[in-house]
């Protein structure tokens, strides 16, 4: 069974692989946008899900764009990193996660569940425009 810090970590490779977002597996005191924080879903894990012992952990990928206020620009590439409207393609996240739900072999799978927060986001008391995507993952 993977650890959460393999997890993190799994996830992490998963996005920055395929969107080329700089990707953080563990929460820093500081960043530097364009970054995406794995960091612990509410609630972090569900356990019972099934008879043989599996369980969910539920991360959440914030996503920091910009530390200045939106412009255009800026919001369609959130937009991008969401997979929402045309400019998607290749910067969508959850359609990276999709790509390969079992993160390298390392969870029984990982599915983008909701796309939240727009707007401006507070991280370590600085505020940055970006979102958040809870992502559940399913360990055995």
């Known amino acids: 069974m993977a650890s959460v810090s393999?997890?993190?970590?799994?996830?992490?490779?998963?996005?920055?692989?395929?969107?080329?977002?700089?990707?953080?597996?563990?929460?820093?005191?500081?960043?530097?946008?364009?970054?995406?924080v794995i960091v612990p879903g509410q609630p972090l894990v569900v356990y019972g899900q099934t008879m043989d012992g599996a369980f969910t952990v539920n991360l959440r990928v914030l996503i920091a764009i910009s530390d200045a206020p939106?412009?255009?620009?800026?919001?369609?590439?959130?937009?991008?990193?969401?997979?929402?409207?045309?400019?998607?393609?290749?910067?969508?996240?959850p359609g990276a996660i999709q790509q390969d739900p079992t993160l390298g072999g390392v969870v029984h799978f990982a599915e983008p569940i909701s796309a939240g927060n727009y707007g401006r986001?507070?991280?370590?008391?600085?505020t940055y425009f970006g979102a958040r995507i809870d992502v559940q993952i399913g360990v055995i």
């Not at 692989?17 to 929460?27: D, F, S, W, Y």
């Not at 620009?73 to 997979?83: E, I, P, S, T």
């Not at 986001?121 to 600085?126: A, H, K, S």
């Open 6 to 36: 393999d997890i993190r970590t799994a996830l992490g490779n998963r996005i920055a692989t395929a969107t080329g977002l700089r990707v953080l597996p563990e929460a820093r005191d500081v960043i530097s946008p364009p970054v995406a």
């Open 70 to 93: 939106p412009n255009e620009k800026v919001q369609r590439a959130l937009d991008a990193y969401l997979g929402i409207g045309a400019n998607a393609g290749a910067s969508s996240i």
């Open 121 to 126: 986001v507070l991280y370590n008391d600085v």
